[in-house]
Structures are given as structure tokens and as C-alpha cells.
T-cell receptor
Framework: EDQVTQSPEALRLQEGESSSLNCSYT??????LFWYRQDPGKGPEFLFT???AGEEKEKERLKATLTKKESFLHITAPKPEDSATYLC??????????FGQGTRLTINP | KAGVTQTPRYLIKTRGQQVTLSCSPI?????VSWYQQTPGQGLQFLFE???????NKGNFPGRFSGRQFSNSRSEMNVSTLELGDSALYLC????????????FGSGTQLSVL
């Protein structure tokens, strides 16, 4: 079965301090890697989908990249409103997502 | 456009009881998936329905079941509740069947006492 491991479990940054979150995956054949953001008391909110090694996608202060074994979510000059849990998932089968445990990101003002 | 709606938002039950959770997908979406989220196990896939047919099922006991109606609304049922069933149950919808991004509801928080 596909496996997804995210690191670190938790990350605390100062406002403006850039960093990266890691998502390592083991799949028989990658059909899609997804990044979601989840705020407390809410369901995950879609951020990006990546399909092939070398692909990159950006949205505001976030940029997702993909290699053959891992994906990174780079956050540049973060703001307190970027505080959330970031989830990585791979597509297994037609419509089943296998999620990592998530990285809990806190941005201090 | 309204998002995915899940009811109820919170639910408290006792061991041995059964519970039914409801999910209304985004208008036009035909695929509905259910996930269980706990602090220890994270998000785990329960099942997925498309056009009233269960297309995929996760590794959960038979006490967990679901169905989808002709209007794409879906229900999930858990019978003979156990303490370990306490979790946030999330419903997600997507336009069709085939790997598109999922739109999640805010979930139903189930507590089993």
C-alpha cells in the first residue's frame, strides 16, 4: 500500500522567516500528489496537485515542488494567517487519497 | 456556489448505539468520499461513491457503511459504536470519477461515551 510521511510534525517560525515542509512518499506509480491546508475545526482546503517529477506550482507565498520520492512545500516570508496544518496526500486508485500525518505550522508575529 | 454541507456538526453517542451522518455535495458533483480523522491515525479513507455505486472501500470493519442517493447526497452509518469510533468524519465531493481535487466539508465531530 502507498505510504506518505511528512516532516517535521510541527514547525514554529517567526513572521517573515521562510522554510520548507517535506512529504516523502512510496507508491507503485504516482498518479497525483496533493497538498491541502486544514484550519482548526474545518475540513482540508485544496492547495495544489502535482503529477510528475520536476513540476512546480505557486500560490501567493506557497510553492510546491515534486521529485520522484518527495515533495516540498516552500513558504516564503510567511504571515500569521499562514498558520495551519498542511497535509500531503497521494492518489491511490481512482479516487482514494492516502494522507500523511500533517505538519502543524505556527507563524508568530 | 454552496460548499459541501455535513450534518450534524456535533454528535454525542454511547457505546452500542448506531449513528447516521449526512453529506450534501457541491451542486453538480457526482463523487462523494468519506474520511475519518483522528489525532493518532490522521485522515483515513472510508469509502467513495459515484452515481449511487460504491467504487472504493477502505480498511474499516463492516460496521461502517454508506450509501448515495440519486441527487448525489450521501449518508454514512456506523452501527454498534465503539469508543474508538470517536473522530471527525469528513465528507468530500468532486465533479466526476477520476482523481480530481476533493472539496471537503467541515465534518461531523462524533464523540462516543
Amino acid at each position: 500500500e502507498d505510504q506518505v510521511t511528512q516532516s517535521p510534525e510541527a514547525l514554529r517560525l517567526q513572521e517573515g522567516e521562510s522554510s520548507s515542509l517535506n512529504c516523502s512518499y512510496t507508491v507503485s506509480g504516482l498518479r497525483g500528489l496533493f497538498w491541502y491546508r486544514q484550519d482548526p475545526g474545518k475540513g482540508p482546503e485544496f492547495l495544489f496537485t502535482l503529477y510528475s517529477a520536476g513540476e512546480e506550482k505557486e500560490k501567493e507565498r506557497l510553492k510546491a515542488t515534486l521529485t520522484k520520492k518527495e515533495s516540498f512545500l516552500h513558504i516564503t516570508a510567511p504571515k500569521p494567517e499562514d498558520s495551519a496544518t498542511y497535509l500531503c496526500a497521494v492518489l491511490e486508485g481512482a479516487q482514494k487519497l492516502v494522507f500523511g500525518q500533517g505538519t502543524r505550522l505556527t507563524i508568530n508575529p | 456556489k454552496a460548499g459541501v454541507t455535513q450534518t450534524p456538526r456535533y454528535l454525542i453517542k454511547t457505546r452500542g448505539q448506531q449513528v447516521t451522518l449526512s453529506c450534501s455535495p457541491i451542486s453538480g458533483h457526482r463523487s462523494v468520499s468519506w474520511y475519518q480523522q483522528t489525532p493518532g491515525q490522521g485522515l483515513q479513507f472510508l469509502f467513495e461513491y459515484f452515481s449511487e455505486t460504491q467504487r472504493n472501500k477502505g480498511n474499516f470493519p463492516g460496521r461502517f457503511s454508506g450509501r448515495q442517493f440519486s441527487n448525489s447526497r450521501s449518508e454514512m452509518n456506523v452501527s454498534t459504536l465503539e469508543l474508538g469510533d470517536s473522530a471527525l468524519y469528513l465528507c468530500a465531493s468532486s465533479p466526476a470519477y477520476g482523481g480530481e481535487k476533493l472539496f471537503f466539508g467541515s465534518g461531523t465531530q462524533l464523540s462516543v461515551l
